[in-house]
């Protein structure tokens, strides 16, 4: 056990001198800590309809026409700057000059169809968050004159999918943040492993007192390590960010599961290959292909976590643990061909 002990300790100082493994974590660390930002920027192009629902975006409005219009309470409810001109050739001047962002004119009246006109720059990426954003505002003015007019249909009445916002966020940056660890984890085995045989120091570790499956153990201990600090780390970050992890417990667990599973996969493949480049390149190929396989499971491990985190019912300890057969069987795979894999020719 001192053996084992002592690899480990050896690993983990080696993971902290892998240029390309901590530019990785800290690309990691950048997206965790700053998952809000990152997340309004991606749904920006997933769903465009969220901007003015996650960003608080600061504009300027002219108003033309009905002063005392419910539009205006509206607009100002969702923090939008208003200002009313009762002349629109001023508010075309402001417009032009840039002082304005749009100018909206409202009719008088609640009664019959409102005939509204909104004017908007050129720029059509522009044009596009000032149209997300007053999206709600509208929407709120359009119930209002309906019950006005005595209509009782409200698109607040209209059911639906959830929140594209949510969704996105536990089905892409809360699994994303909890699997890159694991493949990490694979990509250190095979580097630390396949040194092991280009530098020879194979030959010095088999002559010496430490028993191979302690060596072996060792390295994928301390790959696991880092990969479940790591989503200890992300998790923590995410909930300063607002992003709460439900059954975070279980989800780190499941996180490190899959750590040591994709790490004893990466070191059966480095004991056959015993060189790093073409170690990698099954390693990835065999990293695609298993992931895509995995959805044929039910609860596959990325909709497990991405279930576990939202707290979803169904699913608990008793899904999580099943996933440890398939480790265990992997691990003793792993261990019993470990002399007869380094033993054959690369």
Known sequence: MGA?????????RAIGKEKTIMLAIVIQLIIASLSSVILIGLMSFYDPSTIGQNTNIHLKIGIVGDDSSQLIRDLQRAHINTIYYDNPDNAQQDFA?????????????????KDMKLFLPESDSKSTVILMVLKEPFKTYENQLREASGVDVKYTDVTGRSSTTYEFLFSFIVPMLMLFPAFIAGSIVIDTLSEEFENKTIDTLLAAPVALKDMIGGKLAASVFIAVIQCILWAILL???RIYIQNVVLVLVMSGLIAAFVAAGSALIALYFKDRERSQFIYSVLLITVASLSY?????PIGLITRLATGAPGVGAINVALYMVPLVLLLVLVMLNTKRLVALKA
Do not use: M, Q
């Open 4 to 12: 084992f002990w002592t690899i480990f300790n050896k690993e983990i």
């Open 97 to 113: 000059k840039g002082s304005l962002d749009a100018v909206i004119y409202v009719p008088p009246g609640t009664a019959g169809v």
């Open 239 to 241: 909930s300063f960010n």
């Open 296 to 300: 044929l499971v039910e609860p596959s």
